[in-house]
């Protein structure tokens, strides 16, 4: 018998994990594959509040808290080298130094750069593009391919997290004291409460609210370069002026609606949703990406199995225009598919007083999960915020 059961090992149902287990409850977790495979490995590996609104720049800030105090006792592949967003003109300029103001009264740490001294730090940037940058020292990155997996072997290993991999759940049934658990391998598991925080068991076992949701799923596309000469470094994330032009902090700034109203209405940055953003590996390599194309979750084939060549390509071409690199002989490509809502931050629904649904966090995932999921936990079971 479990004070929760979680469904869904991903970095949204870890950290539910986590903080159950940090208030002292018994817990366990179930992934339906043999590890976790999905958005939280298909990730850019960024944990980036300063891309975020308000709201969630405060649960992303608190995640660095969480993610920097387990890498001080179990290495989970967290590096403190900061993010740098690079304005391409006078406009992107003008939002950086808005949002730096903003960044001064919610006491969120951020310094301007030159362009000079964005040339000197970051290698290859290239100064018919720079103008300027906003640097945030207090962002980390992530190994997405790594991170989750050490997280869980460490929630295993150092506070008794029940894992229970490869098991697909098959139905979850309140019974009025307790919540059943029975999956596919005949595994029978009760709990308190339960979470789901996985889009597709939440598609099996609830197709009918799945149905009703206003979930949409997005495809992302991401490349890896061949690993750079040994003497290449390019520390932390580098995010661009399209990012500038995307991303939900920016949008709080007092210019940008009238800057994104002067924007072309068609261009294949509109078309494919791409904004280029640079990060590398611990061995060396770089990732490029990224893009977004949208469908409805329940038309989620429509977005087909396939990699597009094309965005692929235009990709490299926008990357090159920004930082030249060694090398952009590419070695590995990959899409990612995540969830997330049309009207709301994200997708939560109670099924009952003990089985409820969390899922659609989007792109908010690996830099949001950490924070949200302590306040939800302490809401769940009606714990003291500390």
Known sequence: MYDLIVVGG??????????????????????????????????????VPSGMDSKWQAYGRESLK????????????????????IASNEEEMQLLEELRVINQANDYSSEMMSKEAC????????????????????EVTVEPRVMIHR????????????YFPYKTVIACENTGNVVKITTSGG???????????????????????????????????????????QSYILPGSILTGLSIRRYEAFYECPSFADIKSREPKESPEKKWGVHILFKQATDGSVILGDSHEYADAKNIDDLGYDLDMDIDQFM?????????????????????IYSQCKTKDLFQHQVDDR????????????TGSAGFSKENIQQLFNLKND
């Open 10 to 47: 991903g970095v949204l149902g870890a950290f539910h994990a986590y903080h159950a287990l940090e208030a002292g409850l018994k817990v366990a977790l179930i992934e339906k594959d043999k590890a976790p495979q999905e958005a939280t490995t298909r990730n850019f590996g960024q944990v």
């Open 66 to 85: 969480i993610y920097k105090e387990i890498q001080s006792r179990f290495d989970i592949s967290i590096r403190n080298n900061g993010s740098v967003y």
């Open 119 to 138: 040339l000197a730090k970051y290698p290859g940037l290239k100064a018919d593009y720079a103008k300027g940058g906003l640097f945030f020292p207090e």
């Open 151 to 162: 997280l869980l072997e460490y929630l295993v290993a150092e506070k008794n997290l029940a």
């Open 187 to 229: 595994d029978l598991l009760e709990a308190g409460k339960t979470i789901i925080c996985n889009g597709r068991d939440f598609k099996t076992l609830y197709p009918e609210i799945f149905a009703q949701s206003d979930l949409v799923v997005t495809k992302l596309q991401m490349l890896l370069t061949k690993p750079q000469p």
């Open 316 to 336: 490299i071409l926008k990357a090159k225009q920004i930082i030249n690199l060694p090398t952009y002989e590419i070695a590995h490509r990959w899409f990612g």
């Open 355 to 366: 089985i409820h649904i969390v899922t659609g966090i989007g792109g908010k995932g690996m």
